[in-house]
């Protein structure tokens, strides 16, 4: 079995993941996105991927298949990679780490955090199709996603970065830690 490095972060909708996911594709690091899997899984479905439904099916498909369910769908992905190191992105739970640590001994996990007036209005004007329309629906994902455990992910987390400032000033700390990590 080859030894991979997995790199995990976890962030509130809107923190910053996806700039981390391009940090670390520029730095040739392969990305596995966690909530790809729900994404894909709500539009298998028949569901168009709105925030409700995807909400939905990330807490229907965990309630059926176990809290690691996404986890576990994720480990052929970076086990097929070929890179030595991946990032996973999207952590939600303690049972999700538990799964990558059994898998991967040298699993690290990164957050990233940001303000809630800083992330819905990041996710407002980013249009995603899950992404909020309301600070109502916004408040309604936070809930969820603290209901699945993503607090208790928060506190086991072995660094973190902070995402207030510019987008330029993220990368490099992104890129930064990255380096520090993988040497």
Do not use: H
């Not at 899997?37 to 298949?65: A, F, S």
């Not at 990233?112 to 992330?119: D, F, G, H, K, Y």
Request: proline residues 4%; aromatic residues 6%; hydrophobic residues 40%.
């Amino acid at each position: 079995m080859v030894r991979k490095k997995v790199i995990g972060i976890v962030g509130m909708p809107g923190s910053g993941k996806g700039i981390v996911d391009a940090v670390a594709e520029g730095l040739g690091l392969s990305v596995v996105v966690m909530g790809d899997v729900v994404r894909e899984e709500t539009t298998k479905r028949g569901l168009e991927p709105t925030p409700e439904n995807v909400g939905k099916i990330m807490m229907k498909i965990r309630d059926e298949m176990g809290p690691a369910v996404v986890a576990k769908r994720c480990i052929p992905g970076i086990e097929e990679s070929s890179t030595g190191a991946v990032i996973v992105e999207g952590i939600r739970s303690l049972d999700e780490i538990k799964e990558f640590k059994k898998r991967f001994p040298d699993f690290i996990l990164v957050s990233v955090l940001a303000s809630p007036e800083t992330r819905f209005q990041r996710l407002y004007k980013r249009k995603r199709t899950d992404d909020p329309a309301s600070w109502r629906v916004f408040l309604n994902r936070d809930r969820r996603e603290l209901e699945v455990g993503i607090g208790s992910v928060f506190a086991m987390t072995d660094y973190a970065i902070i995402n207030e400032g510019t987008v330029g000033q993220f990368k490099k700390e992104v890129r930064d830690l990255f380096r520090r990590l993988l040497k």
